[in-house]
């Protein structure tokens, strides 16, 4: 948690910024994994953490009345039952204090509040739900059928938090750099561990023993796999062999809840084929003029097409496209081997703020979402300021089933050899991934160094294949 001052701050400049009405942010509960008490590993809402940086898994609401430019806590104390087995616990009191909240009321006084509120007919603004268990309080305090819950969440309130958790403060800065780093760790923990024979799962668990010695575990589900033509493969069951990539998408988060995001691609020999370099070095190109690209005032969306024509243009020079490779990316010929986008917001979520939706966070009224499959996946094309976040990952992929309809179809064949793409089927994919943060005059790379060029990456999985034969 932060210093009580920053969540005052943040509170008041929403209050700024909506002027009207009430806004009820309910706290996430624990979700029962197999019976009531075993639960799943608790994750606040990310923007209750943002306003009011309560991670107790403890029944809690936040009201900011923006009429009145004051805040609630709403909570329930741990019964002496509760604290038997969990030890001591603070009271509702306490953690209103830690917030920088004056005013704390027992839970069961919410429900007679909004009440009130609406009887006011006052403006009650509130966040989609994105669990169940929210729907359906949502639903029930407000008088709000359950299917209309989400579709009558503030557009109003929803575009006031974007913008004020896109821009990350000096304080979320320093949780990344350090989340970063552990990442990093992580990536070259599964460099170290990489070898012939070995099960995924087996690399994936020490990387993820990494994420939970520097924070709270993993930020999102550990894609680990040499089955990296699925671009979010959650099985690590294959048998690592010699003459095959694993592709490794992963991250770790912070103790107050922000998240890192990296992504390399390794063969697990230790040394990259010639076929395999070359696809690399086309995708290494791609990641490294992106980040080169990035700064304040450009959309992102022009630094995703960029890195899709940079796709193009190597591939072209591979034999596996052909024609003007700008006019090919521009079309979406390039999607046949990278069907995403360049990259999407990171903070307090892995693709952040996505609760909100995809288009109130990466697009705006000046730049819309691309209708091109593709250029359709990218999840954030608006300009960029300082102090956004954004991931950087490019990547080259052969799907097989991709493959075949698109060929089937006749689909781009004048950018397209399908004869020489089918000699790549079995190969994988390739994805290079780095987190930057937009400055005054460009951006940086957050978090130490990671290997990513061929030599490098190479020299981490020789001196480690060293030191197991001592």
């Given amino acids: 948690m932060f210093n009580k001052a920053i969540y005052i701050n943040r509170r008041e400049r929403l209050c700024n910024n909506m002027k009207k009405g009430i806004a009820f942010f309910p706290c996430n ?12 590993r608790f994750r606040q809402d990310s923007t209750f953490n943002y306003f009011f940086g309560l991670l107790e898994p403890m029944r809690l609401a936040g009201i900011i009345d923006f009429d009145k430019k004051e805040t609630i806590l709403f909570g329930e104390d741990y019964s002496i039952d509760d604290i038997i087995w969990m030890g001591p616990q603070p009271t509702i009191k306490e953690l209103a204090e830690r917030s920088g909240i004056t005013e704390s009321r027992p839970y069961d006084q919410l429900a007679s509040y909004l009440q009130q509120a609406l009887k006011e007919k006052r403006e009650i603004h509130y966040l989609p739900p994105y669990r169940h268990d929210n729907q359906i309080l949502v639903s029930k305090l407000l008088n709000i059928n359950i299917d209309d819950v989400n579709a009558k969440a503030s557009q109003a309130l929803i575009h006031e938090v974007v913008e004020l958790r896109a821009v990350k403060g000096e304080e979320e800065i320093e949780e990344m750099e350090k989340i ?4 990093r760790e992580m990536q070259l923990t599964a460099m170290r561990t990489c070898r012939a024979g070995l099960i995924e799962q087996q690399v994936t668990g020490a990387v993820e023993g990494v994420a939970i010695a520097g924070g709270e575990g993993t930020s999102f589900a550990t894609i680990l796999s040499q089955n990296g033509q699925t671009l979010h493969n959650p099985y690590h069951r294959g048998r690592l062999t010699n003459g095959r990539l694993l592709l490794v998408d992963l991250g770790a988060e912070s103790h107050s809840g922000y998240s890192s995001d990296y992504t390399r691609t390794i063969p697990v020999s230790g040394k990259f ?6 696809i690399y070095e086309i995708v290494l190109r791609a990641n490294l003029e992106s980040i080169g690209m990035a700064r304040p005032g450009i959309p992102y969306w022009d630094v995703h097409l960029n890195a899709c024509t940079i796709i193009a243009e190597g591939l072209t020079q591979l034999g596996l496209m052909k024609g003007d490779p700008k006019e090919a ?3 979406g010929a390039h999607a046949l081997f990278m069907p995403h986008g360049l990259g999407h917001m990171l903070g307090l979520d892995t693709h952040d703020m996505e609760n909100l939706g995809e288009n109130n966070v990466g697009y705006d009224n000046e730049i819309s979402r691309s209708k091109i499959f593709g250029h359709a996946s990218l999840r954030c094309g608006r300009r960029l300021k300082p102090g956004f976040i954004v991931t950087v990952e490019p990547g ?7 493959i075949e309809q698109w060929e089937r179809e006749g689909k781009f064949t004048e950018y397209i050899n399908y004869r020489e793409v089918r000699k790549y089927i079995g190969f994988g994919g390739i994805r290079i ?5 937009i400055t005054e005059d460009g951006c940086r790379v957050l978090g130490k160094p990671l290997p990513k060029s061929v030599a490098s990456v190479e020299a981490v999985m020789r001196a480690a294949a060293k030191a197991r034969q001592k």
């Fill in 396 to 402: 080259i992929y052969f799907i097989p089933e991709l």
């Fill in 433 to 437: 991934e780095d987190d930057i943060l």
């Fill in 273 to 278: 084929t010639k076929r395999q370099k070359a």
């Fill in 329 to 331: 990316a521009k079309a």
């Fill in 29 to 40: 509960n624990e979700a029962p994994m197999s019976y009531p008490a075993n639960c799943y």
């Fill in 180 to 183: 970063c780093n552990v990442g």
